[in-house]
């Protein structure tokens, strides 16, 4: 059989028997839902990241706003999204009352940039003159990271928390001052905290599952809290003892909240991806090599552009086409991929676009967002992927563009 002939969606999870061992130990254990195992994946992640407070939870949506939440973001508030971002970076500040500033940036590698928060500060400053510009959210987008010392610097300058969206970076790492070698994205060497997400296309998955790094232990304990509906069963100082006498059952709701937890069963699946994680980030890194060798002649596509400041753990293979120029249909180049089983993506539409944001706020001018979309489609990369399964994708993108 043809190793080409098989559907090849733009990612892919990979479950071997250790996996399905570690789950199906859990299944028979005691617990399903909260038990042992939520710490251990944690202490396991504050350990890889070097950092001493995560906090996983049931998706990297949810990571998102425990994280707004917790860093106080509200109704009085405004924050600075990137455009180039899934939806969940603007929904989850949104959902707590923010209203959102969308920044640009940059048209390459759809990374933020220093120069594009300083214009979308100013802008906030302007539009919002009465609230509290609270947060920026840096997504590190397809892998890659951005350069977090200069935005860390402005956005404290600002008085502004610094969030990394950080749920394509699981795995990747810095090196923004050769004196202190590399870091891992995660130890929020240069922000206040990073969420992680765990969906099956994500550098390692949980099925679906999240978790929050934060720069402080108040912070990712005031997160725990949050995670389980603002239930706390540690301190029963608050009960008014006439009402509710302090037992073994007493718990006190510090602050009404919902159920973001990750349950046993999926951090068990967790605990066994992320020891593969560092071989997975090298074998992501070998197949994005095997891409850059072959479309680097081609004269009509190139892959985003590298950033030297950091090692990647790739999560997308973003390559980069003018349509326009070449008076080509992306829609058209789509549709021959998919005849000849390659399922590419695009990530993402710029969400300033999108229709309940131009209707709340008219139809900013983001050019470099804008123009990163037209341009920018995500081949196929999964773990499986073989030199000839990258060959056939290249070759037939190559035929698409080219009849």
């Keep these: 059989m043809n190793e080409n002939s098989s559907v090849m969606n733009y990612g892919r999870h990979k479950i071997d028997d250790k996996d399905i061992d570690a789950v199906t130990k ?31 939870c049931n998706n990297g949506t949810s990571a998102l706003f425990l994280a707004s939440k917790t860093l106080g973001v509200s ?32 048209p390459d590698t759809g990374l933020l940039r220093a120069e594009d928060l300083l214009n979308a500060i100013h802008l906030a400053r302007k539009r919002y003159p009465a609230k509290t510009l609270k947060a920026v959210f840096v997504v590190q987008l397809n892998g890659q990271v951005a350069y977090m010392p200069d935005i860390w610097k402005l956005a404290k300058e ?8 950080a749920c394509h970076a699981l795995g990747a790492s810095t090196n923004f001052d050769p004196k202190f070698g590399l870091k891992k994205v995660g130890g929020c060497e240069f922000s206040d905290s990073a969420t992680f997400s ?12 999240g978790a929050i790094a934060f720069r402080e232990f108040k912070h990712a304990s005031l997160a725990m809290l949050y995670r389980n509906h603002g239930m706390n069963r540690e301190s029963l100082t608050s009960l008014d003892v006439s009402l509710m006498p302090a037992s073994s059952w007493s718990y006190v709701c510090e602050e009404p909240s ?8 999926l951090c068990a699946l967790g605990i066994s991806q992320i020891q ?63 005849q000849r089983n390659i399922f590419p993506q695009v990530h993402y539409q710029p969400v300033h676009l999108q229709p ?12 470099n ?35």
């Design 258 to 265: 919902l159920n973001f937890r990750l349950p046993d069963i």
């Design 276 to 338: 593969k994680l560092p071989n997975w980030v090298d074998k992501r890194a070998q197949i994005w090599s095997f891409y850059e060798c072959l479309i680097a002649n081609s004269g009509v596509a190139k892959l985003v552009k590298k950033e030297a400041w950091c090692e990647a753990a790739w999560h997308l293979q973003p390559v980069q086409i003018e349509f326009e120029e070449l008076g080509k249909s992306r829609v058209d180049v789509f549709k021959f991929l998919n």
């Design 26 to 56: 859990v299944l028979r254990s005691e617990f399903l839902t909260t038990g042992p195992l939520v710490e251990k994946f944690e202490n396991v992640l504050t350990n890889y990241f070097g950092n001493q407070n995560t906090v996983v």
């Design 158 to 165: 600002h008085g502004c928390f610094v969030i990394e969206d």
């Design 75 to 106: 109704t009085n508030d405004v924050v600075i999204v990137p455009s180039q971002t899934f939806l969940a970076t603007a929904n989850a500040p949104h959902l707590l009352g923010a209203e959102v500033v969308f920044s640009d940036v940059d």
């Design 356 to 367: 309940y944001w131009v209707e709340r706020y008219g139809r900013d001018e983001l050019p």
């Design 198 to 209: 765990f969906h099956p296309v994500k550098n390692i998955t949980t099925g679906e599952g």
């Design 369 to 403: 967002a804008e123009c990163y979309f037209k341009k920018t489609m995500s081949l196929p990369l999964f773990i499986e992927m073989t030199e000839s399964n990258v060959r056939y994708v290249v070759e037939t993108l190559m035929e698409a563009i080219n009849r």
